[in-house]
């Protein structure tokens, strides 16, 4: 079945640090990979995706991501954190069989410290 | 463009009783679903639907039902609301391309709390 993981329940940085929230998956075959951003009390906002092509896919808000096949990876990176990039950070991998379905990481929680 | 739009936003329950909850989009998008989010267990899909007429369950179904009558809306019904459901629901929606590439977007939620 397909899965990701993020192994860190939490992140702490200081502003204007880069950050980097990590993710790892397990699939067969080629993976579709997205990255959530989940602010208190709101729905997920869609950051990021990898379907094919370049391993360094940007987002929004300044993100970015690197997709590394060898290491199954994805992790999510900015170059300098912002105190509102604080928030709830879900890496996705779409699912196998009919439909878009995704199979969510548990989420790793970003704390931007001034 | 109001995207997806969930109502209520909170809902107390007491076992036992029954309850819909609402779901609906205005971007033509073919494919809903809905998840429920639990702390430190990520977002688990419930049911989804491709289209208007067709569902199908996910990882957690059972206590829910869901219809497709339109392509706008998708309700989720709790049959006999018990106390594991206590959780915070979210309904998606995106475009249904082959292989499934689309981002989803996700409505704001509702709270439900199961005494």
């Known amino acids: 079945a397909q899965s990701v993981a993020q192994p860190e329940d939490q992140v702490n940085v200081a502003e204007g640090n880069p950050l980097t929230v990590k993710c790892t998956y397990s699939v067969s075959g080629n993976p579709y990979l997205f990255w959530y951003v989940q602010y208190p009390n709101r729905g997920l906002q869609f950051l990021l995706k990898y379907i094919t092509g370049d391993n360094l896919v940007k987002g929004s808000y300044g993100f970015e991501a690197e997709f590394n096949k060898s290491q199954t990876s994805f992790h999510l990176k900015k170059p300098s954190a912002l105190v509102s990039d604080s928030a709830l950070y879900f890496c996705a991998v779409r699912d196998k069989g009919y439909g878009n379905k995704l199979v969510f990481g548990a989420g790793t929680i970003l704390r931007v410290k001034s | 463009n109001a995207g997806v739009t969930q109502t209520p936003k909170f809902q107390v329950l007491k076992t036992g009783q029954s309850m819909t909850l609402q779901c609906a989009q205005d971007?033509?998008?073919?494919?809903m679903s809905w998840y429920r989010q639990d702390p430190g267990m990520g977002l688990r899909l419930i049911h989804y639907?491709?289209?208007?007429?067709?569902?199908d369950q996910g990882e957690v179904p059972n206590g829910y039902n869901v219809s497709r009558s339109t392509t706008e809306d998708f309700p989720l019904r709790l049959l006999s609301a018990a106390p594991s459901q206590t959780s915070v629901y979210f309904c998606?929606?995106?475009?249904?391309?082959?292989?499934?590439?689309?981002?989803?977007?996700f409505g704001p939620g509702t709270r439900l709390t199961v005494l």
């Open positions: 998606a929606s995106s475009y249904q391309l082959a292989g499934g590439s689309n981002e989803q977007f």
């Open positions: 971007m033509n998008h073919e494919y």
């Open positions: 639907s491709v289209g208007a007429g067709i569902t």
